[in-house]
């Protein structure tokens, strides 16, 4: 069964930076596409960023153009988050997925202005 742990959330303020980290177990992690996701607080779960398991990509959703770099390692089963200039808008419950997996518990970023 795949596995993924989110991990590097965290409460700071307006312009921060945070990077967030996945680690996966469970299956080859190379084949697989990877992605992050957010769920504020009485709203839905979105899309952040998604690597193709090809290769393809990253790609961003529009909220994360510019600010947030996708990234993944192969070797350590890992991918990352590296978000910069944080806004409050994005408060949220941060999660990776990969197809077939389970939803972690996912990692809380907090920014304050």
Known sequence: QVQLAESGGGLLQR???LRLSCVASGRTFS???M???RQALGKERVFVAGIVGSGGGPY???SAKGRFTMSRDNAKNAVYLQMNSLKPEDTAVYYCHSPGADWGQGT???VSS
């Open 15 to 17: 312009g921060g930076s």
């Open 31 to 33: 084949s697989y596409g």
């Open 35 to 37: 992605g992050w996701f």
């Open 60 to 62: 961003y959703a529009d």
């Open 108 to 110: 809380q970023v907090t």
